[in-house]
Structure formats: structure tokens, C-alpha cells
């Protein structure tokens, strides 16, 4: 089993390598928050997730990663079950995550126990790309 811990301000390389997106601010703001979490194999950290409050109430899962020669051997699982853990225990009862519908990872989710609950289109350059489906879970 893989250790699994909130992130760190020395994780910011490895943040870095998988998660291309995040603003160095917001990755500040991930570990004053705990809003962000590393999975470590072997003390080799080899995957990511982060969240941020929809609504300021609600978990929303906004990536979730593991380095590519670790995927398909259910670190993605583990990471999740940590964070929908956590996420009961702070008293959340509902949360959110999203995938593009041309990924793969809307079939993931659902195994999960996910259900889609809607999406939406962005067509404005430069930032177009294919429909975000938004998908949701009690726990």
C-alpha cells in the first residue's frame, strides 16, 4: 500500500512534473490549505491530487494524476478512496469531479461510483476544448 499525505512545499518540483497547470500561487495555497495530496511508493512520490471547494462548500476534485509507468495498478483508486475519506471526515457529504469527454477517465470515475450530472462547453480561443463533464458522488 502506498503512502498517501498531504503536499509539501519541497513536493514543488515533483508537483511540478505531473501538473502543468497549476499557478505557483495556487500551489502555495495548496499546501497552506491541505488542499492537495501526494502519493508515494516506496517514499518515490509517483502521483497528485488536488481540490478546491465549489460553491466554497462543496469538494471538487480538480486533477488527479500518477506518473505514467505507475498507471493501471490502482494508485488512481487508492488516491481517491484517501480523499473521499478525508473528505467525510471534515463533514462533506457530496462531491464533485470532472474529466473532457474524450478522456478516458469519465469510465474510471464511474467505477468509483461517480454519476455524470451535467457539463459544459468552452468554444473561446484560445482556450476551446472538447465539452467538461462534471460528475458527482455522495459519500
Request: charged share 25%.
Given at each position: 500500500?502506498?503512502?498517501?499525505?498531504?503536499?509539501?512545499?519541497?513536493?514543488?518540483?515533483?508537483?511540478?512534473?505531473?501538473?502543468?497547470?497549476?499557478?505557483e500561487?495556487?500551489?502555495?495555497?495548496?499546501?497552506?490549505?491541505?488542499?492537495?495530496?501526494v502519493?508515494?511508493?516506496?517514499?518515490?512520490?509517483?502521483?497528485?491530487?488536488?481540490?478546491?471547494?465549489?460553491?466554497?462548500?462543496?469538494?471538487f476534485?480538480?486533477?488527479?494524476?500518477?506518473d505514467?509507468?505507475?498507471?493501471?495498478?490502482?494508485?488512481?483508486?487508492q488516491?481517491?478512496e484517501?480523499?473521499?475519506?478525508d473528505?467525510?471526515k471534515?463533514?462533506y457529504?457530496?462531491?464533485?469531479t470532472?474529466?473532457q469527454?474524450?478522456?478516458?477517465?469519465?469510465?474510471?470515475?464511474?467505477?468509483?461510483?461517480?454519476?455524470?450530472?451535467?457539463?459544459?462547453v468552452?468554444?473561446?480561443?484560445?482556450?476551446?476544448?472538447?465539452?467538461e463533464?462534471?460528475l458527482?458522488?455522495?459519500?
Open positions: 500500500m502506498a503512502e498517501i499525505r498531504y503536499v509539501k512545499d519541497t513536493d514543488k518540483h515533483f508537483w511540478y512534473h505531473l501538473d502543468k497547470h497549476l499557478p500561487t495556487e500551489f502555495n495555497n495548496k499546501v497552506l490549505t491541505k488542499r492537495g495530496y502519493l508515494l511508493e516506496s517514499n518515490r512520490p509517483i502521483g497528485l491530487l488536488r481540490y478546491n471547494l465549489f460553491w466554497d462548500n462543496t469538494p476534485c480538480t486533477m488527479l494524476v500518477i505514467q509507468e505507475f498507471r493501471g495498478k490502482s494508485y488512481g483508486t488516491l481517491m484517501h480523499w473521499e475519506k473528505m467525510k471534515q463533514g457529504g457530496m462531491l464533485l470532472s474529466t469527454v474524450d478522456e478516458t477517465a469519465q469510465h474510471f470515475y464511474r467505477k468509483l461510483g461517480y454519476k455524470d450530472c451535467g457539463g459544459f468552452i468554444d473561446i480561443p484560445p482556450y476551446a476544448q472538447p465539452m463533464m462534471i458527482i458522488k455522495a459519500i
